[in-house]
């Protein structure tokens, strides 16, 4: 037994995945066990998170054939032995302290969930930083913060989970957008949560990731899972209706931002995305979590989806310029 588990799924990423393990390994805190789940990659990252584990017998390595990052999780939490479990990506790295923070606030505020800041990494730009708050919220007001996604987010990789919270929640798999579709639920046997935005987690944003690639039909899932979402809010938080109401919009926006960046197909999608959009102007135009630009975006679409377009690819162009 060991007080954390800490469940990194692994799937190619031989160039990255040394920095993320050193990182866990050399951690202030150290009751804690190390879950690679290594998802069949094709590359040798498969042998560096066997040498690792060699060397060091807080690693445990499970080695599958390739099944997402939902089914890695899943598989990863059935077999921990931890009190608490933390994520963290194979790509990304932690700070020395940021397991040590976690488990001091959930402990000190008797919480089930503790929550930490994330520096944006963008290669070839320097990391924002934002100011520490310290927050201790019940349920209710966790759910609103995770809606508005301004202080805290979705993201599994910066919390502290009680084990007992995946009780009877899965990730879903052959899903995506896996991270939205279930924290709502995890937030059910929650009374309080802790938020600490010192940021501790690096999370780098690099080219060939899920949401820099093309689109295919499977993108259509941030739609669902956040209507999945709105649905949920409205039976059983109806005064954060209106924020519910936002993410999906922010779904369809996303959406079609990435479809209209690729080929010339899905037109039956983009009909009903650019329709769906439409019908909410006002919505958009009256809401306090829209940006200006986005506001002006969706101004073009009602005029010409070719205006609208022409704005997304600049805006897509200057985010991409970001990773080079």
Known sequence: MCEISIIVTVYNSEKYLNKTIESILNQTFR???????DDGSTDSSGKICDDYAREDNRIRVLHQKNGGVSCARNKGIEISNGEFIGFVDSDDFIDPDMYELLLHNLK???????????????EGKEV??????????NRDKAVKLILEAKIISVHPV???????????????????????AVMLYLLEN????????S???????RENSITTKAFSMIDLKTI??????EKYIKKNYPQYNSIA?????????????????????????RNEIVSFLRRNFCFIMKNEYFTRNRKISVVLLMLNINLYKLVSYLEYSKNKSKNS
């Open 158 to 180: 910066n919390k502290l989970y009680k084990k007992l919270l995946f009780e009877n929640v899965s990730y879903p798999e052959g899903s995506i957008t896996e991270d939205g």
């Open 31 to 37: 009751d804690f066990e190390l879950i690679l789940v």
């Open 224 to 229: 669902e899972v956040w209507q999945n979402n």
């Open 128 to 137: 924002k930083r934002i100011d520490q708050q310290y927050f201790v919220v």
């Open 245 to 269: 109401h936002t993410r999906v919009c922010w779904a369809h926006l996303i959406v079609l931002d990435k479809l209209l960046m690729g080929k010339k197909e899905f037109v039956s999608e």
């Open 108 to 122: 000190k505020e008797e919480a089930e969930l503790s929550i930490c800041g994330i520096y944006d990494v963008y």
């Open 199 to 205: 940021q501790k987690y690096y999370y780098y944003h």
């Open 190 to 197: 929650v009374s309080k949560v802790v938020i600490d935005t």
